[in-house]
């Protein structure tokens, strides 16, 4: 059973950073598709970044490209999302996600099977 555990979410003023972890089951980032969605009440979960088991080369949104930072440790079994330079748009809750996904459907939330349980992110200015 894959599970994902979140942490690292919190409160940051504008133009801070956070890390945000990922903790998966062994075998989880060798077998799947990793990758990060943020949702706000009331709206559909939208893709963050997501990297493929096999590359080293995530691929993100276009909001996020050149602030966000998704990196892997397989030794630890965790990904990462290295946020900078955040606004308050970023604001909502992040959640990791694992599947076997296809290159066209890295960006759409129904093609991850498996989630963690968010973690918050508010941005204040």
């Known amino acids: 059973q894959v599970q994902l555990v979140e942490s690292g979410g919190g409160l940051v003023q504008v133009g801070g950073s956070l890390r945000l972890s990922c903790t998966a089951s062994?075998?989880?980032?060798?077998?799947?598709?990793m990758a990060w969605f943020r949702q706000v009440p009331g709206q559909e979960r939208r893709f963050v970044a997501a990297?493929?088991?096999?590359?080293?080369?995530?691929v993100y949104a276009n909001s996020v490209k050149g602030r966000f930072t998704m990196s892997r440790d397989r030794a630890k079994s965790t990904v990462y999302l290295q946020m900078n330079s955040l606004k308050p748009a970023a604001t909502a809750a992040y959640y990791c996600?694992?599947?076997?996904?296809?290159?066209?459907?890295?960006?759409?939330?129904?093609?991850?099977?498996?989630w963690g349980q968010g973690t918050q992110v508010t941005v204040s200015s």
């Open positions: 062994g075998g989880t980032l060798s077998r799947y598709t």
């Open positions: 996600g694992a599947g076997s996904v296809i290159s066209s459907s890295m960006a759409s939330h129904n093609a991850y099977a498996h």
């Open positions: 990297i493929k088991p096999t590359s080293s080369n995530p």
